[in-house]
């Protein structure tokens, strides 16, 4: 080799050893895997944000809309959950939470109770519906928000906090001190005995309490004498997995599979079945089962088993189809993320999840409410997937799960905007408060209420009186055109006031279409107990 030749492999090499200096992340970058360059370039962009952005940066906050926004690209239901966030998803599934037992809005600037729950710390106290608290420890209460009350009125149970009460039948503001206790989140809306022979229960989740809390209720029910069942699942969006499983249990014999649960890995493949979770008897008389666009997860678990089996005849309008099962991974300041890793399946296959993939979060939480079989169709163009229960009929796959009666919810004005805002305003809690002295004679018998009272034309009146005072145009056609539901909608507050949610919801189903059709088609439940299609 000439002295020319090595010359000019030196000068390459140098020139090569300087160009890996000044590239090699480059280089080194271009054979990672994907998965690895992602990450990689999401950690250099928050070294390069720390070291050169202008201003200082609030980490915590963008770290975590960070981590939500790259979670959301993946699914619509793979999500981040702060800390707090963590904290108040616990206390829903638990069924419990420590604090005084109120449910409240901001009313006039101050907090305002709506409700008070039985046995809680602010039923023993003598508290009421449209007591307004104006201090919490002593410090104002004027123009907290939503999520500030919680904190200052929730702490260790046998804790004390002392609010100054504002009540509208007393001249004087006075003190109270309530002692925190537990205070039980329930599942169970409602149940009662619509007639001579049928029960009614409204379940609007799925918490560690709610096999429980049913199981109570139908033996309260079957001791009244109810020989068949409306189970409304209408806006429950799912909840606990074992739970809906423990429901199905109550109504099918033997240890018949419930739901299947397919992943990517196998460790997330599971099969749920009856025999495993049954905490009760079982029943066999006929069961309606009310479905609607919000009914989602864990409660299209329970929908979709009773129809494969032919146990119940579903009702209603298509549900939300969500079929994707989260796993929750803790994170080191206490946050977690849920993150899908399966996909439920009913029991003959049937996929419960709706296609989102190439559609907006906006498009994929919305698009389910334009849906009827009508509509739909039920065709090929729909790629729907065809499945047969043992009696054969014909159920359908790959999105939610389809009502063998479809009932479509139709309330004319009900969305109106007059009629949004009068609920987002309380204005019909704040008629009610109007009228509270002269309902007192109401107010011991509920029975007695629900089956005498009737809302007079004074009290609209005195609706439209406060309405207007909050700026809400009432248009008189329309007014006049809805006057028979807004004398049902002010019962049910009546009933909130004196007697708390359950007479509350019982009294709104009053006015509920989907309620009132789905009843008529008990003859159809009981025929697929007895083997007839």
């Not at 977690?336 to 399946?345: E, G, P, Q």
């Not at 309902?439 to 018998?445: G, P, R, V």
């Amino acid at each position: 080799m000439t002295k020319r030749t090595r010359f000019l492999l030196i000068i390459l090499a140098v020139v090569l050893l300087i160009f890996i200096r000044n590239n090699y992340k480059l280089v080194l970058f271009n054979y990672l895997p994907a998965n690895e360059q992602g990450a990689y370039k999401l950690e250099r962009t928050f070294k390069i944000i720390n070291r050169f952005y202008v201003d200082s940066v609030d980490w915590q906050s963008t770290t975590d809309k960070a981590l939500s926004a790259a979670l959301q690209s993946l699914d619509p239901h793979s999500i981040y959950l702060n800390p707090e966030q963590v904290k108040r998803t616990q206390e829903d599934f638990e069924g419990h939470y420590y604090g005084i037992g109120i449910q409240f809005d901001i009313i006039d600037h101050y907090p305002t109770v709506i409700t008070v729950f039985q046995g809680s710390p602010s039923a023993r106290a003598g508290l009421q519906a449209g007591d307004q608290f104006i201090e919490i420890e002593s410090e104002s209460a004027k123009d907290l928000t939503i999520e500030d009350v919680p904190k200052k009125l929730k702490g260790p149970r046998g804790t004390k906090v002392t609010v100054t009460i504002k009540r509208p039948t007393l001249a004087e503001p006075f003190k109270v001190t309530l002692i925190r206790d537990e205070i039980p989140i329930t599942t169970i809306n409602t149940y009662f005995k619509v007639d001579s022979i049928t029960g009614y229960v409204w379940l609007n989740r799925f918490a560690f309490t709610t096999s429980e809390e049913l199981e109570n209720a139908l033996l309260e029910l079957e001791a009244q004498g109810i020989k068949q069942l409306m189970l409304d699942l209408r806006d429950n969006g799912g909840g606990l997995l074992r739970q809906a499983v423990a429901v199905v249990s109550k109504f099918i014999e033997g240890n018949k599979l419930v739901v299947y649960t397919k992943g990517r890995l196998k460790t997330f493949n599971e099969k749920y079945y009856t025999a495993e979770y049954r905490d009760g008897k079982v029943r066999d008389y006929p069961l309606i089962v009310l479905i609607n666009h919000n009914t989602a997860s864990a409660s299209e678990i329970v929908a979709g088993a009773l129809q494969d089996y032919d146990r119940a005849l579903i009702v209603g309008t298509r549900s939300f189809g969500k079929g994707l099962v989260q796993n929750e991974f803790e994170l080191p300041d206490d946050s977690r993320i849920r993150l899908t890793v399966s996909k439920y399946y009913t029991p003959l296959g049937r996929l419960i999840q709706r296609p989102y993939k190439n559609k907006s979060t906006k498009k994929y939480f919305t698009e389910v409410w334009s849906d009827s079989l009508e509509k739909a169709g039920i065709d090929s163009s729909q790629q729907q997937q065809v499945f047969y229960t043992s009696k054969g009929r014909k159920v359908y796959g790959g999105g939610g799960i389809w009502p063998d009666v479809e009932i479509l919810f139709s309330d004319s004005l009900h969305a109106a905007d007059w009629m949004l805002q009068l609920f987002n305003q309380r204005i019909y809690f704040k008629t009610i408060l109007k009228w509270s002295g002269k309902l007192k004679y109401w107010s011991t018998d509920f029975q007695q209420f629900k089956e005498k009272f009737t809302v007079s034309e004074a009290m609209l009146k005195t609706l439209k009186q406060i309405a207007w005072q909050n700026k809400i145009k009432i248009p008189a056609k329309e007014f006049k055109m809805e006057q028979n539901y807004l004398k049902q909608r002010l019962k049910a507050e009546i009933a909130r006031f004196y007697w708390g949610l359950p007479a509350f919801y019982q009294m709104l189903l009053a006015s509920d279409q989907q309620f009132k059709k789905a009843s008529q088609y008990f003859d159809r439940a009981k025929a697929l107990l007895k083997n007839e299609n």
